[in-house]
């Protein structure tokens, strides 16, 4: 175990990791501050350590031309000089940053509390990594009550000075002195009573001013001194305040709980701030450098005259599209166009700027990588490619792959969202979006559609029962279970919309209806889900169906070019299987039998089965759903000729297929020709503690081997009929939940007696090569694997069980503490949606080497729903299996994040040969 | 974890293993043939691997003077031999088999196949290991049709000798040669209808004549030859039968199960026949060195005159005590009491013997090591070292650890039990024995109870709401659950007999009465239980008060001599602390703290927090209970002072504390003064899919940190207030159900805050040192160890949990198949009496290395209910856990079972010095 676990640990935050053996300097004399701006830049991108995120970000802007508001980087060491002299700044850093500022001033040609024309600058922290709990930003700082008059008459607007002095007063309080907010508040209130207002954007200049002075008697009364008038003495309080709050038992707390180590301090970051709504020269933006929900190759954004950044997120005013700019500056817009090859071609990729204008003049005050929908992910890295701006492996790499499965399913979209009200949000358990009238329980969701109507399936939770009518409905909604729940799963399995565990409904299966915060709808009531979202909304919206582009298909084919891991499907129909190989699946990973059982008549002989209480009687019960079983593999080898299936016996306890209410156990009673009574009394009897840790899996094949039986029959007989059709069926037999060697070693005995028994009935002479495994999903099979792997074929990894079982979690009843464990950062993220690799990897990862330890040869491979999460997929390439499995339209979810792990890994390899060779020369 | 593993298997069948390496001898005349009788005797006791485990026994009895009937082995390897040459005997086996014959025939004066005095031998097979699925005995070989008369005359008893003839001639046709038994059962009817007999022994000696006829005609229709004539050609025959039953399938498939390997075949016994049917100077007897069952040092056994083995075990006749022999025949008796001495002296141990006397002459047939009761065991085992025939040590791993709780408990004699009839079988899920009437709510056992009256609880199943009625019953019986099922475990930490898991009942709580196998049993009538066995008894039985023997306490006292481990206790009350300590009960391993939510009104405050919605109301209602929790923890301290006391925070999970019915929770609402609408809803909220897998533990603790608070704090302030009585309180903390290192982080962080508060509130500046550990019983804390022992000063192992996550097996749903699995030897045992050292084992194993390679001082300990069993305690012993900790009664057991462990480890270690030194020697 301990090599997976140092091979994560070495994978997660690389960066915090890398600086682990640099100490803090004592009193060498090293920079303490780097400076960005138009006569002097000293820090770049890859000093995200020395300099913080934020400050590598602004230095590299600044030095390849932007015009950013210059400013200044204090380093963290500075920090942790700061705290090594027990909370004093270091010798010496006041006058380099009073020299930081007179480059300031000489290239802003402003001065710093100036009572004519004064320099104003705001004040950050930021580490090398983001980490909430440390302090937040200060903006105006300088400004004192003689440069709030210089700025007043600066800009000729009164109003606009005395805001930004109120605010910085109430800022530098709060933030840096530690005055609780609320007495501002309760001063803002009072003047806004004064003037009869409600809204603080009504108050007048007066009142602003009048604001100020209360604000700052707010603050003698709490700090017990006045506000300072020098701004270099509000300069040393913020720089200070930021290097405290990396002391703050939050930001420590967050650290300790997130592990982060290794990193010395934060850095502080002191700019020039700029205005855009200093008049109608002035104004504000933002845009992309590509359209970001097409993709598209044009400039992209929107923009407002005179006004604030915040104002454009507001959406207070309407902004005009980018483009406006032309007429409105033509010479800006000019410079907005050149930058926007600028940063493309620097970054490489699509930028989102913010940008504001003062007075004229264009200052860049943000890039980043911008956020794009997965269409246009996809063209804008295909055609990137084109462009020869990047490489196919950066293209692969650029496209998450978790959000191409959006392209394979129907959506809404924004626009059509906004024209109804969203009713309660759930958990996004299955991608997707429908609209349909509410059909309460399963039966009515198959009646209802199959007399043409579009329904959606709304329950408390759902089970195997349902799983009919979850196939009928066009979506499904359940008021409680997490997004592993038997909804989710069954949901994603299909591509069918889901939305689970929306706790606000409260759903009365008698009368048909469902009630949320007081409103209630029936039957006959039309609500749409957004499987991506998690949204309810309220009446039908109209969704777009998918289409596939050129530029996925060509990204696929490139994916392919490049994974080692090969993507097989979860599937447990014929159409399913055909929908998954045309989505690229390279063979099944999982049939789940079970679910063969609840169509039609076959449920009916499944109970008869279940009822039966000698040997005989569940022979007889079994011969008749020998047929079924035979036709559905027979059907499934068909869609996948040439591929392996792996059909995994029974698994679930026998109660899920009995019905649980009286009314439908005295149907069936009547049905069976028994007595109400023993059925109850069987529904008891089978009723367990905790179904999940009970009589399933390969324990029913050890107590009832006739099951055992009928299944392998069905799939040797299906194997025979298809080879006389000289179509090439390529089962694998999968026994679930094995625990020991022995228990597989027996059962194994009787899979290959069967077999046997089977060909000679069906005078069968040929050879066939039926692979016998096991799925590794109880812990001490995954400790024991060297054992087990003596008598398998094949291991594969049921990564759901074993993270229950691992972490003694239920899917089922996760919900009650999950939200607090992801709120309180306990957890990363949901086990069950991404593997954990520190433990239930290191699980696999030790099953991996003790299964080839005695088995070299096993085949190996996931079957869990993690097969389609990319993380998960890359710790599986990274542990050696040979494939994944997941849903039909996560394929190519898992082709794309194969190939990403593929290239990183060969990344990594060359990183390290470099290294290598570059150590090799100096020698 | 391959250390514990390869530790592991060298500790299991070591008498196989030893001879993997060896291999079948090829053409080598190795000796074929090992002799036992008068004039030469070849083997001895350790050359079981060559010569088996009966032929080895035989041949030391032999060697050490005791008349044993001559005979001879035919080794192990010669059944290597005759599978290598493809089912042929060695060349040359059957000469030696004659020459070894001749000697039987010299050493008897008979003569085989003789018409006058023929020599008779059986046939047995015999393996280095007891193993089913081989062949059976052959008696009576030999006999021919012309030896048969011989025998009539020679015994004067016609009847005897064609009884014997017809005997064999089944036997050998059925064993050997695989003639269906039934084809002569027919037979024999024919002859009883004949002779309007219903008795085997009814048919007169010319019907057994006629019978041997009818027998050879059966043989010779299914054998297709006559049966043979030639008692050389009876031999082989069965010779080969029985090397050829090595191979049989059934044998196969039972060493394949239990991996049993390295053992080249079996050896084949033949033995000279003696009869104590002869008549009446003939007779023959079992008795035992020693009274088995109070261990005083008297002769001890009976016999029957003119009688073979059978009959005495039969229990037709009806013997005489051993002491009768002295009239009868003072010789054969003064010859007995010599050998008496003689195997004592020998063997070192009480034996149990079987003899036979022909015609006046003595013969031994058998000897082994007596079995005893465990005060006879304790005594014996004193007593003999002060005989000075064995050592300490050899005392102290004579006694069967887990025995000797019957010392501590009531109980019933056979002989009071033989005067009521069992009424069912149910696990003996605690040891003990107990009479009364039958209550079947925990109310009414309590109220009962109160009133004077003894009752049993009769429960479907039992939950921590069940606790007080459980507590007050005289013992507990269930239908449903296995052996550490909620009754099981409750009981067995009380010292309370319980009988589980007894499926026949058929409970009728409403009607207050239980039926089974349509008798009924009502609230007035009276059942005893034998928590032993198992047993349930109709009516009342007299049962016997333990009282510890000084041979006890000398025992108890060598034991502490040589342990290594600690041994603590699990204990929630003072009473049960108190009596743990007079057990011997080195501190608390284990105080669950849910039990004592469950007395008086306490329950209402508890149920007042958990229906709260918010935390103002919870904390209200906690601190209702946190007077009654700091008085528990004073008391327990205060029993237990200076010594250590670990504390569990609250473990369940909420629902169990809620009344599940409608009467009670309508009850409930009244008291509590809100709608009873409200407390089902809450219900319902609560209800869990798998609460065994859900919100319980720390995750409780996480959600709901004021429990936490509100119990760290009734620690704190109980160790104050000991402190101000000079009491020393010695309190851990103990957090349950830890998966990660950030929950445990997060919630040592609370503690210790807590801590702090409280010292604060109470003015106290002492130093308060209260180490804070975890329990490791979920699978990923064993898997990552090594981070979560980052935090914790302690690891309690909670094995129960680690083997129901491990295995994934529900405690309360494990009947379902745990018999299946038992009985097809899948398991070697249930998991959860025993720890399965390979799976749950090599996490413990991991666990300690991990945690001390981040903690070397980490304190270890167990406090699973496998902390009472005295296998795991051997394997916690190993793998260098500090304590074990076990329920009070289990105590003494944990003592001495840690001290075996401690005497078989030193032992092994001098083994290993002894070879290495005598290897070193060699060089």
Redesign the interface.
């Known amino acids: 175990?301990p090599a997976t676990?140092t091979r994560k640990r070495s994978s997660r935050k690389t960066t915090t990791r890398r600086t682990s053996r640099r100490t803090a300097p004592k009193s060498r004399t090293t920079r303490m501050i780097y400076a960005f701006g138009r006569t002097r830049t000293d820090g770049h991108a890859s000093q995200r350590e020395l300099i913080g995120g934020k400050g590598a970000n602004l230095a590299e802007m600044t030095s390849i031309g932007l015009p950013v508001p210059p400013g200044f980087t204090i380093t963290t060491e500075t920090c942790a000089a700061f705290d090594a002299r027990g909370g004093k700044l270091p010798t010496g850093l006041m006058d380099e940053v009073r020299t930081s500022v007179r480059r300031l001033e000489r290239e802003t040609d402003k001065e710093f509390g100036s009572d004519t024309n004064p320099l104003l600058v705001s004040v950050r922290s930021g580490a090398a990594v983001s980490m909430p709990g440390m302090m937040d930003t200060i903006l105006n700082l300088g400004l004192t009550d003689t440069a709030v008059e210089g700025l007043a008459s600066l800009t000729g607007n009164e109003r606009f000075a005395w805001d930004a002095y109120r605010r910085l007063i109430n800022m530098f309080g709060d933030v840096v002195m530690g005055v609780d907010h609320h007495y501002f508040e309760a001063e803002f209130d009072k003047v806004k009573k004064k003037y009869k207002v409600s809204e603080d954007t009504d108050v007048p200049a007066e009142g602003l001013r009048m604001l100020c002075d209360r604000y700052k008697k707010v603050y003698r009364k709490h700090v017990g001194k006045n506000f300072p008038q020098d701004p270099y003495k509000q300069l040393q309080a913020a720089i200070e305040a930021v290097f405290r709050s990396w002391r703050a038992p939050k930001a420590i707390?967050y650290r300790?709980?997130n592990?982060i180590t290794g990193l010395v301090g934060t850095a502080v970051n002191v700019q020039t701030m700029v205005f855009g709504n200093m008049g109608d020269d002035s104004g504000t933006g933002v845009a992309f450098t590509r359209d970001p929900s097409t993709g598209k190759n044009e400039f992209y954004g929107e923009f407002l005259v005179n006004a604030q950044g915040e104002d454009v997120v507001a959406g207070i005013r309407t902004p005009q599209p980018v483009i406006g700019m032309k007429k409105w500056n033509a010479d800006v817009y000019r410079q907005l166009l050149g930058i926007r090859k600028t940063l493309e071609k620097h970054y490489r990729d699509v930028q989102d700027i913010e940008f504001t204008i003062e007075r004229g003049h264009l200052y860049m005050l943000q890039t980043r990588n911008g956020k794009r929908t997965a269409a246009a992910a996809v063209r804008i890295a295909v055609e990137m490619v084109k462009e020869r701006l990047i490489t196919q492996e950066e293209a692969l790499l650029r496209v998450p792959a978790n959000d191409i499965v959006q392209l394979l399913l129907p959506s809404f979209s924004a626009a059509d969202k906004k024209k109804v009200t969203c009713v309660t949000k759930g958990l996004p358990a299955s991608p997707g979006a429908a609209s349909g009238a509410l059909a309460f329980t399963a039966e009515e969701a198959v009646e209802r559609s199959q007399a043409g109507e579009n329904v959606l399936l709304v329950r408390r939770e759902t089970s195997p029962e349902d799983v009919e009518g979850m196939h009928h409905a066009v979506g499904i909604l359940t008021s409680t279970g997490g997004m592993t729940s038997h909804a989710a799963v069954v949901a994603r399995g299909w591509g069918k919309c889901c939305v689970a565990g929306a706790g606000a409904l409260e759903i009365d299966e008698r009368r048909r209806r469902v009630t949320v915060n007081g409103r209630t709808w029936g039957s006959t009531d039309i609500l749409s889900l957004d499987g991506g979202t998690g949204e309810v909304l309220d009446g039908a919206v109209t969704g777009s169906v998918p289409k596939m582009s050129s530029e996925f298909t060509t990204l696929m084919r490139w994916a392919d070019r490049h994974r080692r891991l090969k993507v097989r499907t979860n599937a447990d129909t014929p159409a399913d299987s055909k929908r998954a190989r045309d989505f690229g699946a390279e063979g099944i990973g999982l049939t789940r039998t079970e679910h063969m059982f609840f169509e039609g008549d076959r449920i009916t002989a499944m109970r008869e089965m279940i009822l039966a209480d000698n040997i005989k009687d569940r022979e007889k019960a079994l011969a008749k759903l020998l047929p079924y079983q035979r036709k559905d593999f027979e059907g499934i080898f068909k869609a996948m000729k040439g591929l392996p299936v792996t059909v995994r016996l029974l698994d679930p306890p026998l109660h899920e297929f009995l019905p649980q209410d009286a009314e439908s156990q005295e149907d069936l009673a009547k049905a069976l020709g028994v007595k109400r009574k023993a059925v109850r009394r069987r529904v008891e009897a089978l009723h367990?503690?905790?179904?999940?840790?009970?009589?399933r899996g390969c324990?029913l094949a050890?107590?009832y081997p006739e099951i055992l039986r009928m299944q392998v029959r069905a799939i040797v007989e299906a194997m025979i009929a298809c080879r006389k059709k000289s179509i090439q069926a390529k089962p694998e037999i999968m026994i679930p939940?094995i625990?020991?060697r022995?228990?597989l070693?027996?059962l194994r005995t009787q899979v290959e007696e069967t077999i046997a028994k089977t060909k000679a009935a069906r005078k069968f002479t040929g050879r066939l090569d039926i692979p016998i495994g096991t799925m590794i999903?109880?812990?001490?099979a995954a400790?024991?694997a060297?054992?087990v792997a003596e008598v398998a074929d094949f291991f594969s990894f049921g990564t759901n069980?074993l993270t229950?079982?691992?972490?003694?979690?239920?899917r089922?009843?996760i919900n009650?503490?999950l939200p607090?464990?992801l709120h309180?950062?306990?957890?990363e993220k949901d086990p069950f949606q991404s593997i954990?690799v520190?433990?239930?990897g290191?699980?696999v990862d030790?099953a991996v080497k003790?299964g080839q330890s005695t088995r070299p040869d096993i085949k190996l491979g996931v079957c869990g729903e993690h097969g389609g999460d990319p993380a998960s997929i890359e710790f599986f390439d990274r542990v050696g299996l040979e494939y994944v499995s997941c849903s039909p339209f996560r394929v190519p979810t898992a082709r794309l994040a194969a190939a990403q792990s593929a290239i990183r890994a060969r990344q990594a390899d060359a990183g390290k040969r470099t290294t290598r060779t570059s150590r090799a020369r100096k020698r």
Do not use: W
């Open positions: 175990m676990k707390a300790q709980i592990e367990e503690a905790n179904p999940m840790l009970g009589h324990r050890v107590t939940l625990g020991t022995a228990e070693a027996m999903e109880i812990p001490r400790v024991t060297d054992a069980d229950q079982m691992a972490f003694g979690y239920s089922d009843d009650g503490f607090d464990y309180q950062a306990i957890l954990d520190d433990g239930v290191a699980l030790h003790a």
